[in-house]
């Protein structure tokens, strides 16, 4: 079965660079969400701010999602301004741009097994690297399995210690499958981890989120499942906004007793009430929920943000 975009009659389109494209196997959902978001707005400038409101994100990640592609060359960056790179057909200059660090792609044709040899031969880091993975992986490596890991060392120019941390990593989280490995080590050297120490850091950042991620779940109730990828960068920013898990669930307590149903969207919404108005308890949200007067409304609307969620299509 083939799939055609629809073209509507009246619709807008913007275009969207090849080399955005061919970034689209290693970029993650927030990135690729505010790549879209910067090339909706055609030759406008987008900043940091514009995007953050949109995607409901704090400034910060914002920007971190934008200088991304301004490393691949996508985007360009004026100070805090961020502006989707034009045609040189269109552009009265040539652009600067950072030079584009280039992620080696897994190979579309096999290594032989004579060549696998020699680069053992030729690095003894290799066969540690062999006779470690098997061991944490449990399993004793295929043909197709050596391949993959001297390619990761020998090509992907990966240093074996790191890619036997990403090992361990990987089957700490149950995920033994080296196709799952690859990509991740990959990823991981995308982002400019090429030592112990900075994959290390990866691992505390990624175990962090994933217990701030299991206390927002118990807070809101949900059991059972994952959280999608929009609502963990909804709970991400509540992390670094320093949300506490009391005031998450005030805030869904609210959500519940105005939608009956639970809706990130609506919930961030309130949140982002709070903290603007520098609420960070319980006891302080529910005074300022609580009107004096007519004149002493409460610090975020529901009937607004309930109107405002039925024409929102990012609700979940």
């Known amino acids: 079965m083939s799939y055609r975009v629809v073209v509507k009659c009246g619709g807008g389109a913007f275009f969207v660079p090849n080399e955005a494209a061919e970034n689209l196997k290693l970029c993650t959902a927030g990135q690729l969400r505010v790549l879209l978001f910067a090339l909706s707005r055609g030759f406008s400038e987008t900043t940091a701010e514009s995007a953050a409101e949109e995607l409901g994100i704090i400034p910060e990640d914002a920007k971190d999602l934008l200088d991304y ?4 060359g996508i985007l360009e960056s004026d100070g805090a301004v961020q502006s989707v790179s034009v045609p040189k057909s269109l552009s009265p200059a040539p652009a600067v741009s950072e030079p584009k660090r280039e992620v080696p792609k897994p190979p579309e044709t096999k290594l032989t097994m004579k060549e696998v040899m020699r680069l053992k031969d030729e690095d003894p880091g290799i066969a540690h690297v062999l006779s470690e993975a098997e061991r944490i992986l449990g399993k004793t490596f295929t043909t197709s399995d050596t391949e993959t890991m001297v390619w ?4 992907a120019g990966i240093a074996p210690e790191v890619l036997i941390t990403v090992i361990a990593y990987c089957a700490s989280i149950g995920k033994n499958n080296l196709r799952y490995v690859q990509k991740t080590a990959l990823e991981w050297l995308d982002s400019g981890i090429d030592t112990i120490e900075a994959a290390e850091e990866r691992i505390h950042a990624l175990n962090e989120a994933k217990s701030w ?3 927002v779940k118990r807070v809101l109730e949900i059991y059972g499942r994952s959280l999608v ?3 963990k960068e909804f709970c991400e920013s509540w992390r670094i906004y320093n949300i506490s898990p009391e ?8 959500c ?3 939608t009956a149903k639970l809706s990130f969207p609506y919930i961030n919404k309130i949140l982002l009430s709070w903290h603007q108005k520098g609420i960070k308890t319980v006891a302080e949200a529910a005074a300022e929920n609580k009107p004096k007067s007519e004149g002493n409304k409460p610090s975020f609307d529901l009937e607004e943000l309930e109107r405002r969620m039925m024409l929102d299509d990012s609700v979940i």
């Open 229 to 231: 990828s929009k609502e």
């Open 152 to 155: 990761l060392i020998s090509y």
């Open 247 to 254: 005031l998450i669930h005030f805030a869904y307590e609210k």
């Open 256 to 258: 519940i007793e105005k």
């Open 69 to 72: 592609w301004v490393g691949r």
């Open 213 to 215: 991620e299991g206390e």
